[in-house]
C-alpha cells in the first residue's frame, strides 16, 4: 500500500486537525500504532511540523470524513509520492571510494589492456577523460596512482570484472587465461581431503594396534603366532 511522503508529519497533522483514531491514522501513514500514540502525547524526540495530506494531494477531504464517520473505515490514498528515478549516466561511486578510482582504473589498463576505455568507464563510473589521462600518465596525481584491484577497493564486483575482461578478450579474439595457481591449490585441496578420509579410516586399526604393542610391553606379553 502506498504512504505518505513524509509519514511521520502527515500522521502529526491529522493528529492535531482530525477525530481519526490512533489505529485510522497509524494504517493510513504505515506506522506503528504506538508511534503515533507518541507523536499525539508529544514523546517523539522532537515536536514535528504537521504536514497536510490534503494540500499534497495525498488524500481528499471526503475520506476523512467518511473515516471520522466510521472508525473501522480505512482511508485511501488518493496518489502516492512520484517515484524518482536516477537518470542514465555513469555508474554511482560512494564519495569515501571516489578517490579509490583511479587506482582501479590503473590496475584494470595495467592487467586487462584488452578492455575499451568505455568499458572501464560503465564499470568503475568514470570518464574517458579521466581513464585517457591515466593511460597517457598525464593525469595530475599521476605520482600518486597505485595500481589496485577495484574488487578489493570496492568499487565493482568480481562478477562484472569477469565478465567486461570475458568481453573484451572475445572481441579481441584473446584466449581466456587460465590461472595455474587455481588449478594447483585445487588439487592440494584434494590431496589434503584424501589424506584426512584415510587418517579417518585407519584411525581405529591404528589404535587398536598401538593399545595391543602396550600390553604386550607391559606384561612381557610374547606372541606365540609372532615369527
Given amino acids: 500500500m502506498a504512504q505518505p511522503l513524509m509519514p511521520h508529519a502527515t500522521a502529526?497533522?491529522?493528529?492535531?486537525?482530525?477525530?481519526?483514531?490512533?489505529?485510522?491514522?497509524?494504517?493510513?501513514?504505515?506506522?506503528?500504532?504506538?508511534?503515533?500514540?507518541?507523536i499525539?502525547?508529544?514523546m517523539a524526540a522532537t515536536k514535528l511540523t504537521g504536514r497536510d495530506p490534503v494540500r499534497a494531494g495525498e488524500l481528499s477531504q471526503a475520506e476523512i470524513d467518511k473515516a471520522q464517520a466510521d472508525p473501522k473505515y480505512r482511508m485511501v490514498m488518493s496518489k502516492g509520492p512520484e517515484q524518482v528515478r536516477r537518470t542514465k549516466g555513469p555508474r554511482y561511486t560512494p564519495v569515501?571510494?571516489?578517490?579509490?578510482?583511479?587506482?582501479?582504473?590503473?590496475?584494470?589498463?595495467?592487467?586487462?589492456?584488452?578492455?575499451?576505455?568505455?568499458?572501464?568507464?560503465?564499470?568503475?563510473g568514470t570518464t574517458r577523460t579521466t581513464i585517457a589521462a591515466i593511460r597517457d600518465r598525464t593525469h595530475w596525481n599521476i605520482a600518486n596512482i597505485?595500481?589496485?584491484?577495484?574488487?578489493?577497493?570496492?568499487?565493482?564486483?568480481?562478477r562484472e570484472l569477469d565478465s567486461i575482461v570475458a568481453k573484451a578478450a572475445k572481441a579481441a579474439g584473446i584466449e581466456a587465461p587460465v590461472d595455474d595457481r587455481l588449478e594447483g591449490d585445487r588439487e592440494a585441496l584434494l590431496d589434503e581431503l584424501r589424506a584426512q578420509?584415510?587418517?579417518?579410516?585407519?584411525?581405529?586399526e591404528e589404535e587398536e594396534t598401538a593399545g595391543a604393542t602396550d600390553f604386550a610391553a607391559t606384561y612381557g606379553f610374547v606372541d606365540p603366532f609372532k615369527k
Avoid: M, Y
Avoid at 579509490?100 to 572501464?120: F, R, T
Avoid at 597505485?146 to 568480481?158: E, Y
Fill in 40 to 42: 499525539a502525547d508529544d
Fill in 96 to 124: 569515501s571510494k571516489r578517490q579509490d578510482k583511479p587506482d582501479g582504473i590503473a590496475w584494470i589498463i595495467k592487467n586487462h589492456p584488452e578492455v575499451s576505455d568505455g568499458q572501464i568507464g560503465k564499470l568503475i
Fill in 197 to 204: 578420509r584415510d587418517a579417518v579410516a585407519l584411525a581405529p
Fill in 146 to 158: 597505485t595500481p589496485k584491484d577495484p574488487v578489493t577497493l570496492g568499487l565493482t564486483s568480481q
Fill in 12 to 38: 502529526s497533522w491529522l493528529v492535531d486537525n482530525t477525530a481519526l483514531s490512533f489505529e485510522q491514522i497509524a494504517d493510513f501513514c504505515g506506522l506503528h500504532i504506538l508511534e503515533v500514540q507518541a
